[in-house]
Protein backbone atom coordinates (compact mmCIF):
# COMPACT_ATOMS: atom_id res chain seq x y z
CA UNK A 1 0.00 0.00 0.00
CA UNK A 2 1.13 3.42 -0.66
CA UNK A 3 -0.18 6.93 -0.43
CA UNK A 4 -0.48 9.19 -3.14
CA UNK A 5 -1.94 12.97 -2.67
CA UNK A 6 -3.36 12.04 0.51
CA UNK A 7 -5.09 8.97 -0.68
CA UNK A 8 -4.37 5.44 0.36
CA UNK A 9 -4.17 3.08 -1.97
CA UNK A 10 -3.64 -0.99 -1.18
CA UNK A 11 -3.32 -3.39 -4.03
CA UNK A 12 -4.95 -7.05 -3.23
CA UNK A 13 -4.00 -10.12 -4.41
CA UNK A 14 -6.73 -12.09 -2.17
CA UNK A 15 -5.71 -15.21 -0.54
CA UNK A 16 -4.23 -18.95 -1.36
CA UNK A 17 -7.19 -20.36 -2.98
CA UNK A 18 -9.21 -17.30 -3.68
CA UNK A 19 -7.18 -15.42 -5.58
CA UNK A 20 -8.56 -11.78 -6.45
CA UNK A 21 -6.87 -9.49 -7.72
CA UNK A 22 -7.62 -6.04 -6.74
CA UNK A 23 -6.71 -1.97 -5.84
CA UNK A 24 -8.37 0.07 -4.15
CA UNK A 25 -8.33 3.45 -3.43
CA UNK A 26 -9.00 5.27 -0.11
CA UNK A 27 -9.85 8.61 0.46
CA UNK A 28 -8.44 10.47 3.63
CA UNK A 29 -11.95 11.05 5.53
CA UNK A 30 -12.24 7.27 5.29
CA UNK A 31 -9.25 6.64 7.31
CA UNK A 32 -10.37 8.87 10.23
CA UNK A 33 -12.16 5.92 12.13
CA UNK A 34 -12.02 2.29 12.36
CA UNK A 35 -14.09 0.21 11.02
CA UNK A 36 -15.34 -1.22 7.23
CA UNK A 37 -14.85 1.36 5.17
CA UNK A 38 -15.83 1.63 1.51
CA UNK A 39 -13.14 2.58 -1.01
CA UNK A 40 -13.86 5.24 -3.57
CA UNK A 41 -12.36 3.84 -6.02
CA UNK A 42 -11.77 -0.18 -7.35
CA UNK A 43 -9.55 -0.96 -9.63
CA UNK A 44 -10.70 -5.13 -11.22
CA UNK A 45 -8.05 -6.41 -14.11
CA UNK A 46 -9.22 -6.60 -17.92
CA UNK A 47 -9.40 -9.65 -20.25
CA UNK A 48 -5.64 -9.38 -20.80
CA UNK A 49 -5.31 -10.28 -16.72
CA UNK A 50 -3.81 -6.86 -16.41
CA UNK A 51 -3.34 -7.38 -12.53
CA UNK A 52 -1.87 -10.51 -11.55
CA UNK A 53 -0.75 -10.76 -8.22
CA UNK A 54 -0.41 -7.47 -7.45
CA UNK A 55 1.72 -6.19 -4.68
CA UNK A 56 4.16 -3.55 -5.03
CA UNK A 57 3.00 -0.13 -6.59
CA UNK A 58 4.32 3.39 -7.43
CA UNK A 59 3.33 6.43 -8.69
CA UNK A 60 5.46 8.55 -11.55
CA UNK A 61 5.34 12.30 -11.86
CA UNK A 62 2.80 12.26 -14.32
CA UNK A 63 0.47 10.26 -11.51
CA UNK A 64 0.51 7.58 -13.74
CA UNK A 65 -0.24 4.25 -11.74
CA UNK A 66 2.67 1.55 -12.16
CA UNK A 67 2.22 -2.10 -10.49
CA UNK A 68 4.22 -4.92 -9.78
CA UNK A 69 2.51 -7.88 -11.02
CA UNK A 70 4.40 -10.72 -8.97
CA UNK A 71 2.90 -13.69 -10.67
CA UNK A 72 3.17 -12.76 -14.36
CA UNK A 73 6.23 -11.33 -13.86
CA UNK A 74 5.58 -7.84 -15.37
CA UNK A 75 5.39 -4.13 -14.67
CA UNK A 76 2.49 -2.49 -15.61
CA UNK A 77 1.61 1.32 -15.65
CA UNK A 78 -2.24 2.77 -15.95
CA UNK A 79 -2.55 6.06 -17.10
CA UNK A 80 -3.54 8.60 -14.59
CA UNK A 81 -6.98 9.40 -15.99
CA UNK A 82 -7.73 5.79 -16.49
CA UNK A 83 -7.91 4.95 -12.24
CA UNK A 84 -10.17 8.44 -11.39
CA UNK A 85 -13.21 6.32 -11.26
CA UNK A 86 -13.68 2.38 -10.72
CA UNK A 87 -13.39 -0.41 -13.57
CA UNK A 88 -11.40 -2.76 -15.74
CA UNK A 89 -7.55 -1.71 -15.94
CA UNK A 90 -5.75 -1.79 -19.04
CA UNK A 91 -2.25 -0.97 -19.14
CA UNK A 92 -0.62 1.98 -21.50
CA UNK A 93 3.08 0.08 -21.12
CA UNK A 94 3.88 -3.84 -20.29
CA UNK A 95 7.20 -4.00 -19.24
CA UNK A 96 8.28 -7.90 -18.85
CA UNK A 97 10.92 -10.29 -18.17
CA UNK A 98 14.29 -10.91 -19.97
CA UNK A 99 16.20 -13.10 -18.50
CA UNK A 100 15.15 -12.93 -15.00
CA UNK A 101 14.80 -9.19 -14.93
CA UNK A 102 11.60 -9.53 -13.23
CA UNK A 103 11.07 -12.73 -11.33
CA UNK A 104 8.35 -12.11 -9.15
CA UNK A 105 8.70 -8.72 -8.67
CA UNK A 106 7.26 -7.07 -5.30
CA UNK A 107 8.46 -3.59 -4.85
CA UNK A 108 8.65 -0.67 -7.17
CA UNK A 109 10.12 2.61 -6.37
CA UNK A 110 10.94 5.89 -8.25
CA UNK A 111 14.09 8.23 -8.22
CA UNK A 112 13.91 11.96 -8.60
CA UNK A 113 14.81 11.36 -12.30
CA UNK A 114 11.81 8.93 -12.76
CA UNK A 115 13.94 5.72 -13.26
CA UNK A 116 12.04 2.67 -11.79
CA UNK A 117 13.90 0.30 -9.08
CA UNK A 118 11.95 -3.04 -8.56
CA UNK A 119 12.89 -5.73 -6.34
CA UNK A 120 12.26 -9.26 -7.32
CA UNK A 121 12.06 -11.66 -4.67
CA UNK A 122 12.72 -14.53 -7.06
CA UNK A 123 15.82 -14.06 -7.39
CA UNK A 124 16.78 -11.80 -4.69
CA UNK A 125 17.78 -8.84 -7.36
CA UNK A 126 17.13 -5.25 -7.75
CA UNK A 127 16.14 -4.35 -11.40
CA UNK A 128 16.62 -0.79 -12.64
CA UNK A 129 15.40 0.73 -15.57
CA UNK A 130 16.32 3.94 -16.95
CA UNK A 131 13.25 6.33 -18.01
CA UNK A 132 13.82 5.78 -21.26
CA UNK A 133 13.07 1.82 -20.68
CA UNK A 134 9.51 2.50 -19.58
CA UNK A 135 7.79 5.04 -22.21
CA UNK A 136 6.93 2.00 -24.25
CA UNK A 137 6.22 -1.70 -23.58
CA UNK A 138 8.87 -4.07 -24.05
CA UNK A 139 11.11 -6.52 -22.37
CA UNK A 140 14.10 -4.16 -21.78
CA UNK A 141 17.47 -5.29 -20.12
CA UNK A 142 17.90 -3.54 -17.08
CA UNK A 143 20.09 -0.59 -16.77
CA UNK A 144 21.11 -2.48 -13.39
CA UNK A 145 20.75 -5.42 -11.74
CA UNK A 146 21.84 -5.56 -8.10
CA UNK A 147 22.65 -8.48 -6.53
CA UNK A 148 23.96 -8.98 -3.05
CA UNK A 149 24.56 -11.85 -0.43
CA UNK A 150 22.29 -9.26 1.83
CA UNK A 151 19.16 -10.01 0.18
CA UNK A 152 17.15 -12.80 0.72
CA UNK A 153 13.63 -11.68 -0.22
CA UNK A 154 13.88 -8.05 -1.10
CA UNK A 155 10.48 -6.24 -0.83
CA UNK A 156 9.74 -3.00 -0.60
CA UNK A 157 11.77 -0.89 -1.60
CA UNK A 158 12.34 3.26 -1.17
CA UNK A 159 14.54 6.01 -2.54
CA UNK A 160 15.93 8.13 0.50
CA UNK A 161 18.76 10.11 2.02
CA UNK A 162 21.98 8.83 2.79
CA UNK A 163 23.29 7.91 6.05
CA UNK A 164 26.61 8.75 6.37
CA UNK B 1 15.91 -2.62 -31.06
CA UNK B 2 19.55 -2.71 -32.30
CA UNK B 3 21.09 -0.98 -35.09
CA UNK B 4 22.16 -2.38 -38.30
CA UNK B 5 25.81 -2.47 -38.65
CA UNK B 6 27.00 -0.55 -42.01
CA UNK B 7 29.78 0.98 -43.15
CA UNK B 8 30.32 5.22 -42.07
CA UNK B 9 27.26 5.30 -40.03
CA UNK B 10 28.54 2.38 -37.83
CA UNK B 11 30.82 4.35 -35.96
CA UNK B 12 28.39 7.01 -35.45
CA UNK B 13 26.02 4.75 -33.85
CA UNK B 14 28.00 2.95 -31.78
CA UNK B 15 29.58 6.00 -30.58
CA UNK B 16 26.00 7.11 -29.45
CA UNK B 17 25.20 3.75 -27.89
CA UNK B 18 28.44 3.83 -25.93
CA UNK B 19 27.68 7.51 -24.84
CA UNK B 20 24.18 6.32 -24.40
CA UNK B 21 25.44 3.40 -22.02
CA UNK B 22 27.90 5.86 -19.73
CA UNK B 23 24.99 8.32 -19.42
CA UNK B 24 22.65 5.67 -18.43
CA UNK B 25 25.12 3.86 -15.95
CA UNK B 26 26.91 7.50 -14.46
CA UNK B 27 23.33 9.66 -14.03
CA UNK B 28 20.83 6.96 -13.43
CA UNK B 29 20.01 6.89 -9.48
CA UNK B 30 22.74 9.00 -8.62
CA UNK B 31 21.66 11.60 -6.22
CA UNK B 32 19.68 8.88 -3.78
CA UNK B 33 20.56 5.80 -1.67
CA UNK B 34 18.19 2.99 -2.13
CA UNK B 35 16.90 1.50 0.75
CA UNK B 36 15.54 -2.30 1.14
CA UNK B 37 13.66 -4.25 3.42
CA UNK B 38 14.32 -7.96 3.17
CA UNK B 39 10.91 -10.28 4.65
CA UNK B 40 13.38 -12.74 4.55
CA UNK B 41 16.58 -11.53 6.50
CA UNK B 42 13.93 -9.18 8.63
CA UNK B 43 16.81 -6.37 7.22
CA UNK B 44 17.12 -3.27 6.35
CA UNK B 45 19.82 -2.27 3.96
CA UNK B 46 21.04 0.35 2.64
CA UNK B 47 22.70 0.80 -0.68
CA UNK B 48 24.57 4.05 -1.54
CA UNK B 49 24.15 5.88 -4.75
CA UNK B 50 27.47 5.27 -6.34
CA UNK B 51 26.32 1.12 -5.67
CA UNK B 52 23.05 1.53 -7.60
CA UNK B 53 24.29 3.52 -10.40
CA UNK B 54 27.38 1.35 -11.15
CA UNK B 55 25.22 -0.62 -14.10
CA UNK B 56 25.38 -4.33 -15.53
CA UNK B 57 25.12 -7.28 -13.17
CA UNK B 58 27.17 -6.76 -9.79
CA UNK B 59 27.29 -8.04 -6.26
CA UNK B 60 27.33 -5.62 -4.10
CA UNK B 61 27.67 -4.85 -0.20
CA UNK B 62 25.14 -2.90 1.74
CA UNK B 63 26.51 0.44 3.27
CA UNK B 64 24.19 0.10 6.17
CA UNK B 65 22.40 -2.99 7.26
CA UNK B 66 20.02 -2.88 10.37
CA UNK B 67 20.79 -6.29 11.80
CA UNK B 68 19.10 -5.29 15.15
CA UNK B 69 15.89 -5.82 13.41
CA UNK B 70 16.39 -9.48 12.58
CA UNK B 71 16.66 -10.65 16.58
CA UNK B 72 14.95 -7.34 17.77
CA UNK B 73 12.00 -9.44 18.69
CA UNK B 74 10.93 -13.01 17.93
CA UNK B 75 7.61 -12.32 17.96
CA UNK B 76 7.91 -9.33 15.33
CA UNK B 77 7.41 -10.50 11.60
CA UNK B 78 10.05 -9.60 9.52
CA UNK B 79 10.08 -5.66 8.65
CA UNK B 80 8.78 -6.24 4.75
CA UNK B 81 6.72 -2.60 4.33
CA UNK B 82 8.00 0.81 5.64
CA UNK B 83 8.49 4.66 4.42
CA UNK B 84 10.28 6.99 5.30
CA UNK B 85 8.55 10.11 6.57
CA UNK B 86 7.12 12.52 4.36
CA UNK B 87 8.45 15.63 6.07
CA UNK B 88 11.36 14.15 8.44
CA UNK B 89 13.97 12.91 6.48
CA UNK B 90 16.26 11.05 9.08
CA UNK B 91 19.10 11.67 10.11
CA UNK B 92 20.18 9.08 11.39
CA UNK B 93 20.30 4.87 10.99
CA UNK B 94 18.27 5.13 14.37
CA UNK B 95 15.68 7.88 13.52
CA UNK B 96 15.12 5.51 10.06
CA UNK B 97 14.52 2.50 12.68
CA UNK B 98 12.37 4.61 14.44
CA UNK B 99 10.08 5.77 11.78
CA UNK B 100 9.74 2.58 10.74
CA UNK B 101 8.22 1.22 14.32
CA UNK B 102 5.51 4.15 14.20
CA UNK B 103 4.44 2.86 11.00
CA UNK B 104 4.38 -0.51 12.04
Known amino acids: ?164 | MKPTLSSRPTLVMLTLALINVVSLSATAFAAQALWVADAFKGTVVEFLSAQVAAGGNHNQTPHLTNASATTSSSSRPPRSSWAFRPTVPPTSFSETLSSMDRLG
Not at chain 1, 47 to 70: C, Q, T, Y
Not at chain 1, 120 to 141: D, E, V, W, Y
Request: charged content about 10%; aromatic content about 10%.
Open chain 1, 1 to 164: MIFHAGDLWVSSSGSEGNQVFKIFKFLPSSLKTSGFQTAAVTLTPDGSNSLDGPIGMAFDAKGNLWVANGFANTIVEFAAKSIKKSGSLTPVVTIGSNGGSLDSPVGLAFDNSGNLAVSNRGNNTIAFFHKSQLAASGSPTPSALLQSAALSSPFQIVFGPSIK
